[in-house]
């Protein structure tokens, strides 16, 4: 079992930045991807960003790529994203989430994410 905690997220004007974080425990490993997706009211949760524990792959959407940026500290269990650039539009409820293994085919879709966390709300004024 995993436990994800999520913090950093908060208001912050378009143009500024944020950096969350996602501190992970129980039993992680090697094989581990985690993920960030966002959800903003009346909108699905769609795929921000993910990494694996091990190596150095990372996948981005498109809708973020340039501006956030996911990376980890396997010392301290915990991934990152940090938000630059933001915009009005990035207004969402951001989610960690945890899988055991992963397919580059199902690296974004949630529905093979196990662990979740309880989320942290971005909030962008324009």
């Known amino acids: 079992q995993v436990q994800l905690a999520e913090s950093g997220g908060g208001l912050v004007q378009a143009g500024g930045s944020l950096r969350l974080s996602c501190a992970a425990s129980?039993?992680?490993?090697?094989?581990?991807?985690m993920g960030w997706f966002r959800q903003a009211p009346g909108k699905a949760r769609d795929f921000i960003a993910a990494?694996?524990?091990?190596?150095?792959?990372?996948y981005y959407a498109d809708s973020v790529k340039g501006r956030f940026t996911i990376s980890r500290d396997n010392a301290k269990n915990t991934v990152y994203l940090q938000l630059n650039s933001l915009k009005a539009e990035d207004t969402a409820v951001y989610y960690c989430?945890?899988?055991?293994?992963?397919?580059?085919?199902?690296?974004?879709?949630?529905?093979?994410?196990?662990?979740w966390g309880q989320g942290t709300q971005v909030t962008v004024s324009s």
């Open positions: 990494i694996r524990w091990s190596g150095t792959s990372t």
């Open positions: 989430a945890g899988r055991q293994g992963y397919t580059i085919a199902t690296v974004r879709d949630r529905s093979f994410y196990a662990y």
């Open positions: 129980g039993r992680t490993g090697s094989s581990y991807v």
